[in-house]
Antibody
Framework: EVQLVESGGGLVQPGRSLRLSCTASGFTFGYYAMSWVRQAPGKGLEWVGF??????????EYAASVQGRFTISRDDSKSIAYLEMNSLTTDDTAVYYC?????????????????WGQGALVTVSS | QLVLTQSPSASASLGASVKLTCTLS???????IAWHQQQPKKGPRFLMK???????IKGDGIPDRFSGSSSGTERYLTISSLQSEDDADYYCQTWDSTIHIFGGGTKLTVL
């Protein structure tokens, strides 16, 4: 059974940093791209970014709203994906979901969200 | 620009069927999408990947009541024999090599 468990959420002051972790199990973590999606209170889903598998260089892509402030990384030996968030503002307050990305077609480095974690709440407030 | 458009709300009666629509921007008619369900106070769940020819791959344990179809830039999610637990928000998602996009979501009310 695929499981994704986020951790590291909490209350943080504006301008500070926070790192979320996503611990995966039930599949070969290193084979898949991983993404982060967030949902502000009462709002819809917003894609944050994704990281390709090491086979495709482990490169990353980000939404314009977080580009330059957020960094996604991965440790395949531990089956963990990370979301490092810097220069946080109140607009970053949201539940952050880790997702597994299935390839759009066999051999593709990118694709669609096929599994979701339960989410981690990040509240940015003074 | 890659855009997904969804109606904000829909409603249907218990036991009936409903068809939700997700519309791609006009120049992206060949793109596949994914449908996700989010029940109240819960995280999202992947329902299916749906291609432009209407073929779909469902997520784990998704019942046969959920099906997908396509026409031009429109991607549909049909839910038959509506049950109370289908009362939820439904989001479509699409992607290319450097970006993911979510639609604004449709809130389905089961009457």
């Amino acid at each position: 059974e695929v499981q994704l468990v986020e951790s590291g959420g909490g209350l943080v002051q504006p301008g500070r940093s926070l790192r979320l972790s996503c611990t995966a199990s039930g599949f070969t973590f290193g084979y898949y791209a991983m993404s982060w999606v967030r949902q502000a209170p009462g709002k819809g889903l917003e894609w944050v970014g994704f990281i390709r598998s090491r086979a495709f260089g482990g490169t990353t892509e980000y939404a314009a709203s977080v580009q330059g402030r957020f960094t996604i990384s991965r440790d395949d030996s531990k089956s963990i994906a990370y979301l490092e968030m810097n220069s946080l503002t109140t607009d970053d307050t949201a539940v952050y979901y880790c997702t597994r990305v299935n390839p759009a077609l066999p051999g593709y480095s990118y694709g669609y969200t096929a599994y979701w974690g339960q989410g981690a709440l990040v509240t940015v407030s003074s | 620009q890659l855009v997904l458009t969804q109606s904000p709300s829909a409603s249907a009666s218990l036991g009936a069927s409903v068809k939700l629509t997700c519309t791609l921007s006009s120049e992206h008619s060949t793109y596949a999408i994914a449908w996700h369900q989010q029940q109240p106070k819960k995280g999202p769940r992947f329902l299916m990947k749906l291609t432009s020819d209407g073929s779909h791959i469902k997520g784990d344990g998704i019942p046969d009541r959920f099906s997908g179809s396509s026409s031009g830039t429109e991607r549909y999610l049909t839910i038959s024999s509506l049950q109370s637990e289908d009362d939820a928000d439904y989001y479509c998602q699409t992607w290319d090599s450097t970006i993911h996009i979510f639609g604004g979501g449709t809130k389905l009310t089961v009457l």
